[in-house]
C-alpha cells in the first residue's frame, strides 16, 4: 500500500513539474514573439521617419519627425534595459551600492523624468508622503529608482486618466514605499500571477499598451535584492496600488 502511494505521488509530481516547465516554455515563446514586435514597433516608426527627413523643407514638420525619432529612440533603450537587467537578474550579476540618500530627492528626481509630454496627457503624477524635508534612508538609490520606475511606468499603461500617487510612510526600522492610480485595476486571480516573468494582464488593451511583461518580475527581483516585500491590492476599473517595504538601513 505504501509503495503504491508513494509511487502515485511520484507521478503527481512529475506530472506537476512538467506542466510547469511547458507553461515556462510558453510564457517564453510568447515572451520572444512579443519582444521582437516591442523592438520592431518603434524600430519602424523611427525608420520610416528618418526616411522622410532629406525630403522635408518645412523646418516645423521637421522638428516634429525629430521629436517622434528621439521617442520611439528612447522608447527602444528601455526595452533594451528591461532585458539587460532581466539577464543580470538571472546570471546573479547585480552588486548591491548602498549609500545614504534624502528620500524627498529620490521622490523629485522620479517625478522629474516622468515630466515628458507624453506622459501628461490626462493624468497627473503626485509625491504624497508626511517626511521632513532632509529624512534620509540608505539603501542602494539605483534599485529603489527602478523598482518605482517600473511601477509607475506600469500604472501610466494603465491609467487612462486622474491620477497616480506615490510615496511612503516610515516606521522606526522600515519605510513602506507605495503607488496608487486611478486605472482598469487587476483581476482577483491574477494578483499573484503579476509578478511572474513574462505575465502580462488579461484585461489588458494588446494595441494600446504594449510592453515585455518584465516590468513587475524586475521589480520583484529588485525588492528581494534590498531585503524587502512587495504586494499588491486593487479593484476592478477603480485602481491598484503597489506597496514595498524595504529596511531603513541595510
Not at 528620500?103 to 515628458?116: A, C, E, P
Not at 510615496?167 to 522600515?174: F, L, Q, R
Request: glycine share 6%; proline share 2%; charged share 30%.
Amino acid at each position: 500500500g505504501e509503495d503504491i502511494t508513494e509511487k502515485k505521488k511520484l507521478t503527481e509530481e512529475l506530472i506537476k513539474a512538467k506542466e510547469k516547465a511547458e507553461e515556462s516554455d510558453k510564457l517564453k515563446s510568447s515572451f520572444l514573439a512579443n519582444m521582437s514586435h516591442e523592438i520592431r514597433t518603434p524600430m519602424n516608426s523611427i525608420m520610416g521617419f528618418a526616411s522622410l527627413l532629406p525630403e522635408e523643407e518645412s523646418k516645423e514638420t521637421l522638428s516634429q519627425y525629430a521629436q517622434i525619432i528621439l521617442q520611439n529612440s528612447e522608447q527602444l533603450v528601455s526595452i533594451i534595459d528591461g532585458i539587460v537587467m532581466y539577464s543580470k537578474l538571472q546570471t546573479r550579476m547585480f552588486a548591491y551600492h548602498p549609500s545614504s540618500f534624502i528620500i524627498n530627492k529620490l521622490f523629485k528626481d522620479i517625478q522629474q523624468s516622468f515630466s515628458l509630454p507624453e506622459y501628461k496627457q490626462n493624468v497627473d503624477l503626485i509625491i504624497e508622503q508626511n517626511l521632513s524635508e532632509d529624512e534620509m534612508i540608505k539603501t542602494d538609490y539605483d534599485k529603489i529608482r527602478q523598482i518605482f520606475t517600473n511601477l509607475i511606468s506600469n500604472a501610466f499603461k494603465y491609467t487612462e486618466s486622474g491620477k497616480i500617487s506615490f510615496g511612503c510612510k516610515t516606521n522606526d526600522k522600515t519605510i513602506e514605499f507605495f503607488v496608487n492610480d486611478t486605472g482598469i485595476g487587476i483581476p482577483e486571480k491574477e494578483k499573484t500571477l503579476i509578478f511572474e516573468r513574462f505575465y502580462r494582464g488579461s484585461n489588458v488593451n494588446e494595441s494600446k499598451t504594449r510592453g515585455t511583461g518584465l516590468g513587475l518580475s524586475i521589480g520583484k527581483e529588485l525588492v528581494d535584492l534590498l531585503g524587502g516585500k512587495i504586494w499588491v491590492e486593487s479593484t476592478l476599473g477603480k485602481g491598484t496600488s503597489f506597496y514595498f517595504i524595504i529596511p531603513r538601513e541595510l
